[in-house]
Every structure is written in structure tokens, then in C-alpha cells.
């Protein structure tokens, strides 16, 4: 590894942040700076880079506790709104997962034609200060003697409410065409016959994971804005997978790394947690998630100012190959083309859609960067930095 002209320190960073005098600046923005004056220019005037993401994320979910009953119960099985939630924890705490549905009714909710209700509904329900249904059932202890337990409850009527999310902020993902001559329903949404639309869900250039792709900074114990508070990345997230090809700027251009996350659900905002209702499919959660990237040295520099045309994504038939488990790339494609709004594959013009909201993801970026400037936000110094591969 080459030597590094400039060296700073995480707690350097922050004691600029203390004192108001650390420059922050969004990852759009650093493009810019990084463009006009060179990475190491760019590295000594620039403490750090924002990021932001805001898409469907169903790897997630909430510990509740909802207290002890009288006579107390232990929940066994438990029911908000409906949807199951696992109980095998203890008495009164369940987990309730995003994509779970409203019990024997998977694809069409109790909003029938509307939209699929589950777990992420519930999660946002919670947010916004509505009335959710718990209905708990034990099987009946000497300790535990209660068997059936109802009762209406808001966010504020639960001990504890804690974002735990094992999979979010996917470093890179696929996008999705449909080969086949009949439309079809999957979690990238409805993909219409023989390459007619084309979704993705990363927000390219402002995508967290893409501004540190070697995760130099990130780690267990960063400080992160998870749902509009502040949360904790927890541990690698599940399928984590640095073993990826990548561009020469070392960008992985396939699934790569993703982050578990923490946080207080009783803090959070419901402009940046969302119920998602996926037809032909079942239902998600939107989160929002944005990471600081401390600029250390001219590197860090250097990879926060990555940008849509050099970064890309693998394009799959989710008709055949996909379902299959079988699937391999029909081509690749830069975020520059997905967000020009058509790509084309074997001469064939595709339109392009989003299931991400890069609007949203730049108001993250926008709020940690003010966040930070006025000191309401510190760096989480990583006790351990994510699996990666050496660069």
C-alpha cells in the first residue's frame, strides 16, 4: 500500500465536530471537490462524507416487550394487528419481522384489493402513534398461569421497542428484467413481459456501502441515522460477502456487503420507516439509513467521490433463472445508465425504475450533514470493522 500524505483520526474528527470547525459535506458534493481539486486536497480540507439510502428492505423487524400481564402469561404466540410475531423468546418479548403477513391470508390483506398488510404496517403503525391489537396465547405455567391475553396498545404502552434489522443497506444489488411472455410479481415489483421495464434498488452514487467499498471505517459500533434517529451498526449483516468481482476503483459490481442495524423505535420518524406493500408478492419495509464516512486520508477521499458511471450491476431474468436458484447475468449495466431512465440490452431500449428514492436518500445525506455541523452528532469508532478483502 502506497504512502498516504494525509492521517487523520477518528477522535480528531470528532473533537473538530465538538469544537464546530469539521468541514461535512454530502457524497454528491465530494464528487465535486474531488473533481476540481484532487483527492489529497480534497482529503485535508474535508472531515466528512454523508450518505444515504432509502429503499425496501425486508430483512428487518422489531424486538417488542409489552410488559407482564395480570395474571401474567407467557407469550408463546403473539399477534399484532393480526400478523404473527415469534414469541420463543421470553415471557412478554416477541420479534416481529417486516415481511410477515396478516395470518392465512399471504396475498390479499385485510385490505382486500388495496394492499397486502404485515409486519412492516405494523412497524409503521407503531411509528405513527396508532393503535395496534396485541393478542398474546400461552400454553399455562405454574409462574404463567394466563392462557389468553387482548388488549389495544400504542408504542408508548411497550417497555422496549428496538429496531433490529439483520440485513439492510445492501452494497450493490441486481436489477431485474422478466423474459417470459406473461407479466410477473416479485420483490424488485411487477416486471411486465420480454424486457419492458427494469427495476433496481440501490441509490448509486450516495449508497453508503459504495463510499467505503473495503469498509476501512465502517464497522460494529458505528454511529448511523437509522429510521431519522441514531442507530448502531450491530454486526456484518447477513449474506455478507466481500468475495465479489469488482471495477478497477474496487466498487463491487454485484451483491456484495451488508450491515445488521440498531436502534430505539420509539425514536425514530415515520417519514423514514414505511409499511410496504408489494402486489403479487407480500410486503417489506422502507428504512432510511445514512452513514458518516470519516475522510482519513486521500483514499477515503478517493472512494467517497465514486460516481453512478463507474459504478455497476448485474441484470437478471427473474422469470426463469432467478426462481430457479439458477441464475446468471444477461448483462451489466452503470447506475448512470439505470437513472438516465433506459438501458439497453441487445438492442433493445428498456425503460428503468427505481424502488429506491434517491430524493429521499439525498434529504438522509442533507440531515446527517446538519446533524454533524451543529454537533448533534459524533463518529462511532469501530470496534471491529466489517470482513473485507485486501485492496
Known sequence: MKKLKVNKTIKEINDKIKSGKAVVVTAEEMIDIVGRHGEVEAAKKIDVVTTGTFGPMCSSGAFLNFGHTSPRIRASKVWLNDVPA???IAAVDCYLGATEVV????????????????????????VNGNVVKLRAEGYGTDCYPARKYERN???????DAILFNPRNAYQNYNCAVNLSDTTIYTYMGMLRPRMANASYSTSGQLSPLFND???RTIGVGTRIFLGGAQGFIAWPGTQHNPNVPRTPGGVPKQGSGTIAVVGNLKEMNKEWLAGASMLGYGVSLFVGIGIPIPI???EMARFTAVKDADIYTQVYDYS???PKGQAKPIAEVSYKELRSGTII???????TAPLSSYYKARQIADTLKEWIEKGKFFLGEPQ?????IKF
Not at 103 to 125: A, C, Q, R, T, W
Open 86 to 88: 415469534y414469541g420463543g
Open 103 to 126: 395470518e392465512g391470508d399471504p396475498l390479499n390483506s385485510v385490505y382486500p384489493g388495496e394492499f397486502n398488510y404485515g409486519g412492516g404496517h405494523v412497524i409503521e403503525d407503531f
Open 153 to 159: 396498545i400504542t408504542i408508548n404502552d411497550l417497555n
Open 213 to 215: 467499498p473495503y469498509f
Open 296 to 298: 482519513l486520508d486521500e
Open 320 to 322: 426463469m433463472d432467478y
Open 345 to 351: 440490452i441487445d438492442g433493445k431500449k428498456i425503460i
Open 384 to 388: 471491529m470493522v466489517l470482513p473485507s
